[in-house]
């Protein structure tokens, strides 16, 4: 199995500009994870899905920030406008049987806000 | 906060010596999970150890777990400099989803 696999690996963008960021979980796994990592703040849980479904996106700083799942296979996290606080590293994770299991995290993308 | 803290924040040693990570949570947990994250990559999951455990071993890993102190601690023994990364301790309370401490960071010399 290849792992969770991110895109891209690097994104350098001016603020303002839409983001995307990209997951595909491990085959078979129902829960996939977003996560941001910083300096100040370590890695926080953005948002978590379960079977495609969004469970808790409490975690989601602001309406800048949507995630999706349109199938099991792909997850995309999107950020509409960004700006330079939103630089940071963004994780992807999967795990399966519950919530709380070992996870799988994918090599993250290095967001960069000008 | 149900995060866990990890101390000390950073370690260095040299090859050979012993690593001893400590991790202190808040409330009470499911499990307890150590990560270890090397420069510019993802997490990678070492160990899991649930709450009705007190130790547990991999490899040249031990973890312990004290309920009662809620604390526990991961041992990397004969480290290497391969072991260079930071460590992550991650707790689960209830049926939740697990909260990263934010890390020990651990140098391994020569």
């Known amino acids: 199995d290849a792992g969770v696999i991110q895109s891209p690996r690097h994104e350098v963008t001016e603020m303002g500009q839409e983001v995307t960021l990209r997951c595909k979980p491990i085959?078979?796994?129902?829960?996939l994870f977003w996560y941001r990592q910083t300096m100040m703040r370590g890695l926080e849980l953005l948002i978590y899905f379960n079977n495609n479904v969004p469970i808790d996106d409490s975690g989601m700083p602001e309406d800048r920030f949507s995630a999706k799942m349109p199938n099991a296979s792909f997850s995309t996290l999107k950020i509409q406008p960004s700006e330079p606080r939103d630089s940071a590293v963004y994780f992807c994770?999967?795990?399966?049987?519950?919530?709380?299991?070992?996870?799988?995290f994918g090599p993250g993308t290095r967001l960069t806000v000008l | 906060s149900q995060q866990g803290e990890e101390d000390p924040q950073a370690l260095s040693i040299q090859e050979g010596e012993n690593a001893t990570m400590n991790c202190s949570y808040k409330?009470?947990?499911?499990?307890l999970q150590w990560y270890r994250q090397n420069s510019g990559r993802g997490l990678v999951h070492l160990i899991l150890?649930?709450?009705?455990?007190r130790e547990k071993h991999s490899g040249r890993l031990r973890v312990t777990l004290d309920t009662s102190k809620k604390s526990s601690s991961l041992l990397i023994t004969a480290s290497r400099a391969a072991d260079t990364a930071s460590y992550f301790c991650?707790?689960?309370?209830?049926?939740?989803?697990?909260?990263f401490g934010k890390g020990t960071m651990l140098l391994v010399s020569p």
């Open positions: 409330t009470s947990i499911n499990n």
């Open positions: 085959s078979g796994h129902d829960y």
């Open positions: 150890i649930r709450s009705n455990e």
């Open positions: 991650a707790t689960v309370g209830g049926y939740s989803t697990l909260t």
């Open positions: 994770a999967s795990s399966s049987g519950d919530s709380y299991n070992e996870q799988f």
